[in-house]
T-cell receptor
């Protein structure tokens, strides 16, 4: 089975940095995805980590430690449009999604 | 940009009606998925397919059925809609172990 944990909500100020943690205990593992989902919309792909370490894509970075069953998504220079739900998903031939972390960016 | 389409985008229907939600992708992806998601809640996998003539039930029990007779097409059918089926239905596809692309969703309301 899959057990994926993320914080439910986070609030941050425009221009700040926020780190969303994801811990997982899964029967199989072939990488970890992060998705962004705005209210009422479909999720969109942000990043994919299959090896340990940090992957950077512009203002967003994602980190993975397979031995610790841990990942985080780092959002830098927060903008109002970053207010959304962020979903951690473990890849074990099909994706198992966490419940998502709702990030609210305040002016 | 992902080429995955869902129709209709919005559907309001009466109890007991049979409905089919359409999902098509033009990327030649082998794997396709259906998720159910209530507003502000998590995604629940209800059906998936790894190729033509292959369908499996997902983690969440659903009264719906699916078929996959063409690679690009993965329709979901509810034989008799009930108010408890009111939700958003998201279709997704991927090639192998690559990232998964989602369609825009169908928002279903059963009265």
């Amino acid at each position: 089975g899959q057990n994926i944990d993320q914080p439910t909500e986070m609030t941050a100020t425009e221009g700040a940095i926020v780190q969303i943690n994801c811990t997982y205990q899964t029967s199989g593992f072939n990488g970890l995805f992060w998705y962004q989902q705005h209210a009422g919309e479909a999720p969109t792909f942000l990043s994919y980590n299959v090896l340990d370490g940090l992957e950077e894509k512009g203002r967003f970075s994602s980190f993975l430690s397979r031995s610790k069953g841990y990942s985080y998504l780092l959002l830098k220079e927060l903008q109002m449009k970053d207010s959304a739900s962020y979903l951690c998903a473990v890849n074990d031939y099909k994706l198992s999604f966490g419940a998502g972390t709702t990030v609210t960016v305040r002016a | 940009e992902a080429d995955i389409y869902q129709t209709p985008r919005y559907l309001v229907i009466g109890t007991g009606k049979k409905i089919t939600l359409e999902c098509s992708q033009t990327m030649g992806h082998d794997k396709m998925y259906w998720y159910q998601q209530d507003p502000g809640m998590e995604l629940h996998l209800i059906h998936y397919s790894y190729g033509v003539n292959s369908t499996e039930k997902g983690d969440l029990s659903s009264e719906s059925t699916v078929s996959r007779i063409r690679t690009e097409h993965f329709p979901l059918t509810l034989e008799s809609a009930r108010p408890s089926h009111t939700s958003q239905y998201l279709c997704a596809s991927r090639r192998g172990q690559a990232e998964q692309f989602f369609g825009p969703g169908t928002r279903l309301t059963v009265l």
